[in-house]
């Protein structure tokens, strides 16, 4: 008798449609993509298309019996023209990712089935029914998995391609999910309903020393991927300890008030982090307690950044502008704390109120389109009250001149600045170079 063939599923990463998602710019390794083709490499046989790093989907797809997409807002519109060919051609198409599971309603009417929330949740009934042939249009589990034994991913789904270079070195990696500031232009608190979890220490230094062994070499580069690192002391004084000694790297996302205590930065130092990443997004105390995001205490801002800096860690810091407060001056006044307190790469988006978050459904009235391609922080997609919509992109554009411009370049990095920030602040300045106006529209 002939071995029953395994079923094959293809999963996909669409890539934006807009110019600015150039092929050439360097991609994050896909972690959800990596989640979802682990638990899948168990029964059937996979195969990873990522199109941000030049791999092509194929017209045809008779191949393959199960498509599978992740999906996220500003490239939803490019997974729609896929899945629609795939649905097209009879396949199961099966979405899942932030954007199917914060509008479960619209993404529907383009695939077979949809995952919202963690595939973990749901795999069991998801693939019975796959080798049924009977899938359900929805799959939600309300009860959100453990995270103490996550099984770490398998990274050989994404990386023995020869496009695997077009990577980013570092790995991505998972320590803990959710966040309970709650801030309502944030799709977290919606995923993952304001719980915070954690896997256990003991699994993330496995996870650790996986890498270390398939890499060959010890002295590698993590990224954290939490939504914020930093909302259990206990769990991280662990962690830090272990991390200790590895002769690993690695930077995350933190809240303002785990960098308000010196003790966590020294740990966090001696755990091997070079960079943390701080969400200051306005220097309005007005705005952030719109936002509900009060736990950013503007007044505590620059300690923030010297308690940081003395543990010689790097600031990575995010600014958003096109609040309703923001008026001309914000700029000035971003522009001021950035060089003044020397924060070593900067980044800046417009506010865009993504679908499914709090905000949106307030800002419903005064957005100018649903062009999802443009909903990706580089857009200006609603009516701002403090500005005129040029004025907006003209300060927009200008800021990002002058924070990467050579001069403040050299002002920013007095510091010792590890290499790849060097490189992040040089690529920035030939990109801020090159902006024009249009690009926003
Ligand atoms: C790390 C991170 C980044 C990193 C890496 C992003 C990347 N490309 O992977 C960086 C810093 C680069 C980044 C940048 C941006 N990000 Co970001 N980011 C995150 C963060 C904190 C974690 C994402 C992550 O990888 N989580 C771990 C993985 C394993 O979880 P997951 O993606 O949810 O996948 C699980 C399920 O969704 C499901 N699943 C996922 N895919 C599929 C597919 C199938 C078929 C199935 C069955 C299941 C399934 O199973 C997975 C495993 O459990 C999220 C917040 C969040 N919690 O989602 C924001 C988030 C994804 N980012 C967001 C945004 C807006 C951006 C930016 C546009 C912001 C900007 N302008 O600067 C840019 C876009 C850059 C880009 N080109 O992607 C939004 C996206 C909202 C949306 N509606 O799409 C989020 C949700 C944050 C928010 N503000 O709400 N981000």
Same mark, same amino acid.
């Given at each position: ?50 199109? /941000? ?42 979405? =899942? ?19 919202? =929330? ?160 701080? =969400? ?41 502008? =096109? ?42 009235? /005064?957005?100018?389109? /649903? ?40 002002? /920013? ?29």
């Amino acid at each position: 008798m002939q071995p029953k063939l395994k079923m094959k599923w293809l999963l996909i990463h669409p890539k934006s449609r807009l110019p600015m998602a150039s092929e050439y710019i360097k991609s994050v390794i896909p972690l959800n993509l990596l989640y979802v083709g682990t638990l899948a490499k168990k029964q059937f046989e996979v195969t990873c298309i990522d199109e /941000r790093i030049g791999q092509r989907v194929p017209e045809d797809f008779s191949e393959y019996d199960i498509i599978a997409l992740t999906i996220r807002t500003p490239f939803a519109s490019r997974a729609y023209e896929i899945a629609d060919l795939a649905m097209a051609q009879g396949k199961q198409v099966i979405a =899942g990712g932030t954007h199917p599971t914060m509008v479960p309603e619209e993404v529907r009417y383009h695939c077979t089935s949809i995952v919202a =929330g963690e595939i973990e949740a749901v795999w069991d009934s998801l693939a019975s029914d796959v080798k049924n042939n009977t899938l359900k249009p929805l799959y939600h589990s309300h009860d959100l998995p453990l995270l103490e034994d996550l099984q770490y991913p398998d990274f050989s789904i994404v990386c023995n391609s020869k496009k695997a270079r077009k990577y980013f070195s570092q790995i991505p990696i998972l320590a803990t999910k959710g966040c309970t500031v709650g801030c309502n232009f944030c799709s977290a608190p919606k995923i993952y309903g304001g719980n915070y979890r954690i896997r256990s220490v003991k699994n993330i230094i496995a996870e650790i020393k996986y890498h270390q062994q398939r890499c060959g070499k010890k002295n590698i580069r993590f990224s954290f991927f939490d939504d914020n690192l930093c909302l259990n002391n206990t769990f991280l004084e662990e962690l830090f300890t272990e991390m200790a000694g590895l002769g690993v790297r690695w930077n995350a996302n933190v809240s303002m008030n785990f960098a308000e205590k010196n003790s966590n930065i020294e740990l966090a130092r001696r755990a091997g982090c070079d960079a943390l990443s701080v =969400g200051f997004e306005s220097l309005s105390q007005t705005e952030m307690k719109r936002m509900g995001k009060s736990s950013n205490r503007v007044k505590q801002y620059q300690q923030v950044v010297e308690n940081i800096h003395r543990h010689r860690i790097a600031v990575h810091g995010y600014f958003m502008f =096109g609040f309703d407060s923001d008026t001309p001056e914000a700029f000035q006044t971003t522009y001021d704390f950035i060089v003044n307190n020397q924060i070593e790469f900067p980044v800046f988006a417009i506010a865009t109120p993504l679908p499914g978050t709090e905000w949106f459904a307030r800002m419903e009235s /005064r957005l100018v389109h /649903r062009n999802w391609d443009k909903y990706d922080g580089y857009h200006l997609v609603y009516k701002p009250a403090g500005m005129e919509k040029d004025e907006l992109l003209n300060n927009f554009i200008k800021i990002q001149r002058k924070v990467y411009s050579w001069r403040a370049i050299y002002q /920013r990095l007095q510091r010792q600045t590890p290499f790849w920030l060097w490189v992040a602040n040089m690529g920035l300045h030939f990109f801020a170079n090159g902006l024009k106006e249009e690009n926003f529209y």
